[in-house]
């Protein structure tokens, strides 16, 4: 069965480094999405792209974020200076409308 | 802002009770889902309801959207050990981002 897979499962990392998470999409979804989940608190909504570019972002994808779809295949978050409170669940998931399907998530660890 | 307020936040049952949780909102969505999610690990799809009054069974679980697709309840019939986990539900609106519910933790005792 499809699935949406992320990497790395678990990053550590120091604050105010760059860190870049990456997931492979089900194969012909077209809407992709990237969530997030601090640990004990609610699924958060991040960012949404479609066609190749942000369809709708939150108040917490500021300026320290971005996202891409480098090739046909992969789509990336990027935390450009981490912070403390970027650790967290980073859940990535793409849609075939109206369901979306998640990945296992990336860890990370803000030190 | 959008959102999904769901009740209870825990629930501790024996095993072979049944059990109902309430997913409310003043918005409307077209569409409503239920996820379970295990720790450390992803959401997974139990259902989409997109239907007002629609009701989806699933083994022992049944699934209601409100008429006005602004709540909907989840039902779990003679709860088992293995029901355990977190349960979210998420609402959407076509294309967009989908909201998610403040999680019902369910713990169910053999």
């Known amino acids: 069965e499809p699935e949406v897979t992320q990497t790395p499962s678990h990053q550590v990392t120091q604050m105010g480094q760059e860190v870049i998470l990456r997931c492979v999409p089900i194969?012909?979804?077209?809407?992709f999405y990237w969530y997030r989940q601090i640990l004990g608190q609610k699924v958060e909504f991040l960012v949404s792209?479609?066609?190749?570019?942000?369809?709708?972002k939150s108040e917490i994808f500021d300026d320290q974020f971005s996202v891409e779809r480098p090739d046909g295949s992969n789509f990336t978050l990027k935390i450009r200076s981490t912070k403390l409170e970027d650790s967290a669940m980073y859940f990535c998931?793409?849609?075939?409308?109206?369901?979306?399907?998640f990945g296992e998530g990336s860890r990370l660890t803000v030190l | 802002t959008q959102l999904l307020e769901q009740s209870p936040q825990f629930l501790s049952i024996q095993e072979g009770e049944n059990l109902t949780v309430y997913c409310n909102s003043s918005?409307?969505?077209?569409?409503l889902q239920w996820y379970r999610q295990e720790p450390g690990e992803g959401p997974v799809l139990l259902v989409t309801?997109?239907?007002?009054?629609e009701v989806k069974k699933l083994k022992r679980l049944t699934f209601q959207f409100g008429d006005a697709r602004k709540d909907s309840s989840l039902h779990i019939t003679a709860a088992q050990p293995g029901d355990t986990g977190l349960y979210l539900c998420?609402?959407?609106?076509?294309?967009?981002?989908?909201?998610f519910g403040t999680g019902t933790r369910l713990q169910v005792f053999p």
């Open positions: 998420a609402g959407g609106r076509n294309t967009d981002k989908l909201i």
């Open positions: 998931a793409s849609s075939a409308v109206p369901e979306l399907f």
């Open positions: 792209f479609y066609n190749n570019e942000i369809s709708e």
């Open positions: 309801v997109v239907t007002g009054g």
């Open positions: 194969s012909n979804h077209l809407y």
């Open positions: 918005s409307v969505f077209s569409s």
